[in-house]
């Protein structure tokens, strides 16, 4: 599966991942509860200078950072159109500052220290007989699979463009499907090979 | 290291193995018991769905495959521990996004903890000399570099039995050398299908799969020769899935 770790040393390299887990959980439920622009702006704004700070580390995210750009800029106009801009700064600024912080997680925190965080979390479920370790894992590869998506959708894009000159946009979406549902198949037998399930 | 006296045995007996309307073995017997076996053949020829066989991903219609004793339809969990499979493409294999994450995850069948784990895995590329690898993104190594990370994977995990499923194909010539010097060194059996032939040719044993079928097996040399004249034979535009001449059919060997 591809990856969006960066073996860049940064400082959020040496945060816990449990902690980068909370901030987000925190802070995403912080931006969608608050809805004046005047303290989403603020907020936003510490997101980005942090995504910043990271330097070159985010280097391999930053097709990504550009297409939710473009993806907010879109949200942005359409709410422009219909007269509502206020809600259209609001529902940029969030998903712009939620995108961000994912992408930091997925920039600077290995697998497996995720894997840990979730199987502290799910530990009561292990007294009940609950297979934790499987279900972390589970939760884990959920989210690798996200960043294995965007991964993907660069390399298939790039391919595109060398073929037409053209961005593929929404013809990718279903090749892009179907690799990500044969790559699931093949991450199955992987695993299956390599744990026995 | 596996001594040769305790040389792992794959045994296969009368499977058959459909895959929709495909039959891809009809009753195919072999029993593997040498240390390095080459599987070699067309594409489509079966040799991947042998090793799924081996590694319990496709049960078989009929018929039994037994991997040290243990069936590897009944014995799933004891698999891990018995034969290690290494796919065609790194991509499929890596999960974790470091190095050090990827090997210390091939011990988890183990029972040992993460942290236990990932010590032995920095101890096992240490003693490769590969020490600086540990902490390097998988997204940063050459194709190469996957493959070897691939292979380390399984060797960490010590199993007995290793499939390499045409671990040359996306190589340049020094990876190649370089894979090719670990499978010598490596004291487990394996068995590695390939379609460069070189690195199979000085095998004990060669099995050359034609439609599921077992079309010749023996010395690698003399099988390797043979499938090469078969080649030759049919021309450049033919595969062995087109019906074949009368003289290209007697330079079978079984």
């Not at chain 2, 050459?142 to 070897?148: D, E, K, L, P, V």
Request: contains cysteine; charged residues 20%.
């Amino acid at each position: 599966m591809r990856s969006l770790y960066s073996d860049r040393r940064t400082w959020l390299h040496a945060v816990p991942a449990g902690a980068k887990l909370l901030a987000i959980a925190a802070l995403g439920t912080a931006f969608f509860m608050i809805d004046r622009p005047s303290w989403l702006a603020p907020g936003a704004s510490v997101v980005a200078i942090a995504f910043v700070s990271l330097g070159r580390s985010v280097r391999p995210a930053l097709r990504l950072v550009v297409s939710i750009t473009v993806a907010s800029a879109l949200v942005a106009g359409f709410h422009m159109v219909v007269g509502q801009a206020g809600i259209g700064l609001v529902s940029v600024l969030r998903l712009m500052s939620a995108s961000l912080l994912g992408v930091m997680l997925a920039v600077t925190t290995r697998f497996d220290e995720l894997l840990d965080v979730f199987e502290t979390l799910l530990r009561p479920f292990e007294r009940l007989g609950f297979p934790t370790g499987r279900l972390a894992l589970g939760l884990g590869l959920m989210l690798r699979f996200t960043e294995h998506f965007f991964v993907q959708w660069r390399r298939m894009d790039d391919a595109h463009r060398a073929r037409t000159g053209k961005p593929g946009g929404m013809a990718l979406l279903a090749p892009l499907t179907v690799r990500m549902l044969l790559t699931a198949r093949r991450v199955a037998d992987a695993l299956a090979a390599r744990l026995g399930g | 290291m596996v001594s040769r006296d305790a040389a792992p045995r794959i045994r296969i007996d009368g499977v058959t193995l459909s895959r929709g309307t495909t039959t891809v073995f009809r009753g195919l017997s072999l029993a593997l018991t040498e240390r390095r076996i080459g599987l070699i053949g067309d594409n489509g020829a079966g040799k991947s769905s042998l090793f799924r066989l081996i590694c319990g991903l496709d049960a078989p219609a009929s018929g039994t495959v037994e991997v040290c004793g243990c069936d590897v339809r009944t014995g799933r969990a004891r698999l891990p521990g018995l034969v290690g499979l290494m796919f065609q493409t790194p991509d499929d294999q890596i999960v974790f996004p470091t190095v050090v994450e990827e090997l210390a995850f091939s011990l988890s069948p183990t029972g040992i903890s993460r942290r236990e784990a990932r010590a032995r895995a920095r101890d096992f590329l240490a003693q490769r000399g590969l020490a600086d690898w540990a902490d390097r993104a998988v997204e940063s190594l050459s194709q190469g570099q996957r493959q070897h990370v691939c292979l380390l994977a399984m060797l960490i995990a010590a199993p007995r039995v290793l499939l390499l499923d045409e671990p040359y194909a996306s190589l340049d010539l020094p990876g190649q050398a370089v894979l090719a010097a670990d499978i010598e060194q490596a004291g487990q059996q394996i068995l590695v299908s390939t379609h460069v032939l070189e690195h199979v040719r000085h095998f004990e044993r060669v099995i050359w799969i034609e439609r599921g079928a077992v079309r010749a097996d023996g010395e690698g040399a003399g099988v390797c020769a043979a499938y090469e004249a078969d080649v030759r034979a049919r021309g450049p535009r033919r595969s062995a899935g087109d019906p074949q001449p009368e003289a290209s059919r007697h330079a079978q060997l079984v």
